[in-house]
C-alpha cells in the first residue's frame, strides 16, 4: 500500500512540475525573464507560489529547467560538421535571449540540482564538438580545436543577439567562415 501511495506522490509531483515548466515556457517567451514573475507562473500554471518554489527553488532555476528541456533534444541531434551541430544551437539560444545570457554567463548560477543538470547539458556540447572535430580531423588535437570553436559560436551568439549582425543567415555564415579557417589552418 505504502508502494501504490509513493508512486502517486512521485506522480503527482512529476505532473506538477510539467505543469509549472509548461507555464513558464510560455511565459518567460512571451514576457521575458525580467517581467515574469513567479506568481504568474504559478497562477497561469494553476499551483500556489510555494509549490513552484518547492520544485524549483527560485525563478532562474526555473529558467534553467525550462532551457535545459531544449538544450538536451540538441545534444540528442546527429550531425555531420560543426556548423551543423552548432546551427540549432544558435537558433534555440537566440529564441530564447534570456536563457542564452545565462549560458554564456554561467558564473551567474548558483549551486543546485538544476544547475548542475545544466553544466552537464554545457559539458556534453562540448563533448559533442570534440568528438565531430575528432571525425573531422583525426590527426589534430580535437579538444584545442573545440575550445576555439566555442569561441566562435559564442561571439556569433553574442553579436547577434546584440544586433551587430543583422541576421541569424548572416551570424552563421561568418561562423562557417571562422570554423573552416580555424579548424582547416591549425
Not at 104 to 123: A, M
Not at 154 to 182: E, F, H, P
Request: net charge positive; aromatic share 12%; hydrophobic share 45%.
Amino acid at each position: 500500500m505504502l508502494n501504490i501511495r509513493m508512486k502517486y506522490a512521485q506522480t503527482r509531483s512529476r505532473k506538477l512540475q510539467e505543469q509549472i515548466l509548461s507555464a513558464a515556457h510560455s511565459l518567460l517567451l512571451s514576457q521575458g525573464f525580467e517581467s515574469t514573475t513567479v506568481a504568474d507562473i504559478a497562477k497561469k500554471a494553476g499551483v500556489s507560489k510555494a509549490s513552484v518554489f518547492a520544485h524549483f527553488g527560485d525563478k532562474s532555476n526555473l529558467l534553467i529547467a525550462v532551457g535545459i528541456e531544449g538544450i538536451r533534444a540538441l545534444n540528442r541531434k546527429n550531425a555531420d560538421t560543426v556548423l551543423e551541430f552548432y546551427t540549432p544551437w544558435f537558433e534555440f539560444l537566440i529564441n530564447y535571449p534570456d536563457f542564452s545570457r545565462l549560458f554564456l554567463d554561467q558564473s551567474s548560477l548558483t549551486h543546485g540540482p538544476w544547475s548542475e543538470r545544466f553544466i552537464d547539458s554545457c559539458r556534453a556540447q562540448e563533448e559533442a564538438v570534440v568528438a565531430l572535430i575528432e571525425r573531422q580531423t583525426p590527426h589534430k588535437d580535437a579538444a584545442f580545436l573545440a575550445r576555439g570553436a566555442q569561441a566562435f559560436f559564442y561571439q556569433a551568439v553574442i553579436y547577434r543577439n546584440a544586433g551587430w549582425i543583422k541576421s541569424n543567415k548572416d551570424a552563421l555564415k561568418t561562423l562557417d567562415s571562422q570554423l573552416q579557417n580555424w579548424i582547416g589552418a591549425c
